[in-house]
């Protein structure tokens, strides 16, 4: 297993999770990573993006100002602070690292469901 997600579950709209994506063979320290979600019956979508420096970060417009990421690469993890959820941020969060331009390391999410 090349990265490792966590933290998903069940919250009411309105409360905050925390997912963390570990890497046992620190894949992620000097790569950058993404957090993807993806809903059944939809396509996966990237909602966070950070460098291996930690800057820049990308937020898809439906999560910008709510979800927040961020890493600590001498931990070799990459996190993805979520508030405010709402329903439609239900889905199965999985994380990716980076080879070059391409996420060539994938986690097996982690499941994140927000009721109303």
């Known amino acids: 297993v090349q990265l490792q997600a966590s933290g998903g579950g069940s919250v009411q709209t309105g409360g905050s999770l925390r997912l963390s994506c570990t890497s046992p063979?620190?894949?992620?320290?000097?790569?950058?990573a993404g957090w993807f979600r993806q809903a059944p019956g939809q396509e996966r979508e990237l909602v966070a993006a950070?460098?291996?420096?930690?800057?820049?970060?990308y937020y898809a417009d439906s999560v910008k100002g709510r979800f927040t990421v961020s890493r600590d690469n001498a931990k070799s993890t990459v996190y993805l602070q979520m508030n405010s959820l709402k329903p439609e941020d239900t889905a199965l969060y999985s994380c990716?690292?980076?080879?070059?331009?391409?996420?060539?390391?994938w986690g097996q999410g982690t499941q994140v469901t927000v009721s109303s």
């Open positions: 990716a690292s980076k080879q070059g331009p391409v996420y060539r390391y």
């Open positions: 063979r620190r894949t992620l320290s000097n790569n950058g």
């Open positions: 950070i460098s291996w420096s930690g800057e820049p970060t």
